[in-house]
């Protein structure tokens, strides 16, 4: 069972360049979210989605943008990489039936912005 | 915006002894939700329990929560090495279930 897949897992970019971290989840999970981690603030929503076409603003948005065409795949776009955007991102999926799930995380991309 | 914070930030025992942390949350929830993450790696779920219940088990995990105190914790009992880890709360906000909002994180060390 893959579950939950980012990659690439290390990047480094230089400010001012635009990437796309790929998310990809096989459980057919309605809920798809992504998180930025940082030394000492924890897990910070910056968006997410509750189905294919559906996506939302969480906590930290700016930066950063998302789609999702297909219910499997949620990228996370960084339109023009700044040093401040140097974090470690995770994908989340957690299913939407019946409420009261638990959310299934990837392994983590590790970014640094020179 | 983050919802739990987590007490303490961090916490060094022995094996064998009991890890207690604490969540405290500031609006209505559907469940709150304990994870583990070992270094340098993805979160792992560990327990979740309703808001209508008080207390939940699961193997060496005790979970409670206060909804009248906005606050949850965790025990673990018998510590072991393998614990070593940072522990998140996380809650499911009643109206808003779709993105689960996490606290800090406490750092768990446990010492041979």
């Known amino acids: 069972n893959a579950g939950v897949t980012q990659t690439p897992k290390f990047q480094v970019l230089k400010t001012g360049q635009s990437m796309t971290l790929q998310c990809a989840q096989d459980?057919?999970?309605?809920?798809m979210s992504w998180y930025r981690q940082d030394p000492g603030m924890g897990l910070r929503l910056i968006h997410y989605?509750?189905?294919?076409?559906?996506?939302d603003q969480g906590e930290v948005p700016n930066g950063y943008n998302v789609s999702r065409s297909t219910t499997e795949d949620f990228p996370l776009r960084l339109l023009s990489a700044a040093p401040s955007q140097t974090s470690v991102y995770f994908c989340?999926?957690?299913?939407?039936?019946?409420?009261?799930?638990?959310?299934?995380f990837g392994q983590g991309t590790r970014l640094t912005v020179v | 915006s983050q919802q739990g914070e987590e007490d303490p930030q961090a916490l060094s025992i022995q094996e064998g002894e009991n890890a207690t942390m604490n969540c405290s949350y500031k609006?209505?929830?559907?469940?709150l939700q304990w994870y583990r993450q070992n270094s340098g790696r993805g979160l792992v779920h560990l327990i979740l329990?309703?808001?209508?219940?008080r207390e939940k088990h699961s193997g060496r995990l005790r979970v409670t929560l206060d909804t009248s105190k906005k606050s949850s914790s965790l025990l673990i009992t018998a510590s072991r090495a393998a614990d070593t880890a940072s522990y998140f709360c996380?809650?499911?906000?009643?109206?808003?279930?779709?993105?689960?909002?996490f606290g800090k994180g406490t750092s768990l060390l446990v010492t041979p």
């Open positions: 989340a999926s957690r299913t939407g039936t019946g409420g009261n799930t638990e959310a299934f």
């Open positions: 329990i309703r808001s209508n219940e």
């Open positions: 996380a809650t499911d906000e009643s109206g808003s279930g779709y993105a689960l909002n």
């Open positions: 989605s509750v189905g294919a076409g559906i996506t």
């Open positions: 459980m057919n999970h309605e809920y």
């Open positions: 609006t209505s929830i559907n469940n």
